[in-house]
């Protein structure tokens, strides 16, 4: 079945380095590539996506790139704030409508 | 503009206890999605309302689990009875429409089954 593998399971940068998740997806029909941040308790919120006629997207410290040859997508967030520390989840959307998580991405950004 | 709103927020119940979970989206949303979340890893689907069609069931376990979403706005989803691996976080979201339309998120109900 679809498929949606994310690594780093965790990941631990210094304030101001960059981080980088990668995430691969298994059904070349997937048009749709949203990624959440989810702080602890709290709910899933959109911080940025991209859909398959595009290959990259920024929005300030925040880039995704996506490979559809590769069948893969990357989230970059430059100059990290510790405010960043959270789970990040990659999602791809099958194009029958069904969204697939990664298992999420635990970032620690250290002051 | 309120966002999706859950209650409630947590829910302590015994093994084969009933328990129920409400959801009202996005004023306007025609999709509604539950969500299941274990701890440690992403939302998995449960269920997809096209307004109040569920169009996406396949993961429901139909045996304790069930859904409406009567006309179309909010929505409950119900487990009769609970069983201890039901333990987890219940999200709901919703969107414009089902087709690649950004997804929103409730803040989750808290199932701990005792």
């Known amino acids: 079945g679809e498929n949606v593998e994310q690594h780093p399971s965790t990941l631990s940068v210094q304030e101001g380095d960059s981080a980088v998740i990668k995430c691969t997806y298994s059904?070349?029909?997937?048009?749709?590539f949203p990624w959440y941040k989810q702080e602890l308790g709290k709910r899933p919120q959109l911080i940025i996506d991209?859909?398959?006629?595009?290959g990259e997207k920024k929005d300030q410290r925040i880039a995704v790139t996506l490979n559809k040859t590769a069948k893969h997508f990357s989230l970059h967030i430059t100059e990290t704030q510790p405010e960043d520390s959270a789970v990040y989840f990659c999602a791809a959307d099958t194009g029958g409508f069904k969204t697939i998580f990664g298992a999420g991405t635990r970032l620690f950004v250290k002051a | 503009e309120a966002g999706v709103v859950q209650s409630p927020r947590y829910k302590i119940i015994e093994k084969k206890q009933p328990v129920a979970f409400w959801c009202n989206p996005i004023s306007g949303h025609n999709t509604l999605y539950w969500y299941l979340q274990n701890l440690g890893q992403g939302p998995e689907l449960l269920i997809r309302y096209e307004n109040e069609e569920a169009v996406d069931d396949s993961q429901l376990p139909k045996d304790r689990f069930s859904a409406e979403r009567l006309k179309g706005v909010d929505s409950t989803l119900k487990i009769q009875p609970a069983e201890l691996g039901d333990s987890a976080v219940y999200l709901c979201?919703?969107?414009?429409?089902?087709?690649?339309?950004?997804?929103?998120f409730g803040p989750g109900t808290r199932l701990t089954v005792l």
């Open positions: 979201a919703s969107s414009l429409s089902g087709n690649t339309d950004t997804q929103y």
């Open positions: 059904d070349s029909a997937s048009n749709y």
């Open positions: 991209i859909r398959s006629n595009v």
